[in-house]
């Protein structure tokens, strides 16, 4: 019993050093420790979800209460890439089945995509799977990408206004391929509104990242 009790601290103290290393934007301590993790046996999922989630999960609250910025969400979000790079190998294939898919992409005309990077990084950090589309990315290429991978999610982002409308582009197209029965779509950006989002089709516009994932959340 007192050697179980020890592992269950060291598994502890694991999960708490990938969380603080995702906080304090420490890349090498998430590799390092969760290398440790495979070690020790830990399950890489438990490690993931009790360790660089919950670490990802404070960072999100404090950027969505403005206490940390883009820069230093950025920076965490490379720790907790480093520590995955680690831990999804070691996942089996099956233990992913049935996780919900999710596409980011800013749409064709804008290159601004610090906004889809962090949220890939909190939905990843959410338990989807994210396939990130890139940025300048014509409608048609994503409405086929959605099909192709039967998404569960697309998240559409634009930073300037002219490039608005190829929000209802993609889901003209989601419409005429077959995908927009299937695929939940949110839109984001500061040009955007939630009186755009009604009006286009979408079923929600992100007031940001955080705002994203709390929603998804909420309606899967």
């Not at 990408?145 to 989601?174: A, F, G, H, Q, Y």
Request: aromatic residues 4%.
């Amino acid at each position: 019993m007192e050697r179980e009790g020890e592992k269950q601290m060291a598994k502890e103290q694991i999960f708490e050093d990938l969380a603080n290393a995702v906080v304090n934007r420490d890349a090498g301590l998430a590799k390092n420790t969760a290398e440790l993790a495979l070690a020790e046996g830990v399950d890489p999922v438990e490690a993931i979800n009790e360790g660089l989630v919950r670490g990802m999960n404070a960072v999100g609250e404090r950027f969505a209460a403005r206490q940390v910025y883009l820069p230093q969400v950025l920076a965490s979000s490379r720790s907790l890439y480093a520590g995955l790079d680690v831990l999804l190998p070691a996942i089996p294939t099956d233990r992913l089945t049935g996780a919900k898919k999710a596409g980011t992409v800013v749409v064709e005309g804008d290159v601004h995509d610090i906004g889809k990077n962090i949220l890939r990084t909190l939905l990843t950090a959410s338990g989807y799977v994210v396939t990130d589309l890139g940025k300048d990315v014509p409608s048609d290429e994503v409405a086929e990408k959605v099909r192709e991978e039967s998404l569960d999610v697309l998240c559409v982002s634009t930073i300037m206004s002219p490039t608005m409308e190829r929000m209802p582009e993609i889901i003209d197209l989601l419409k005429e391929n077959g995908a927009r029965s299937h695929v939940t779509v949110t839109i984001g950006g500061p040009p955007t509104s939630h009186s755009f989002a009604e009006r286009i089709g979408a079923d929600h516009r992100d007031d940001n990242a955080q705002d994203a994932v709390d929603w998804l959340r909420s309606v899967q």
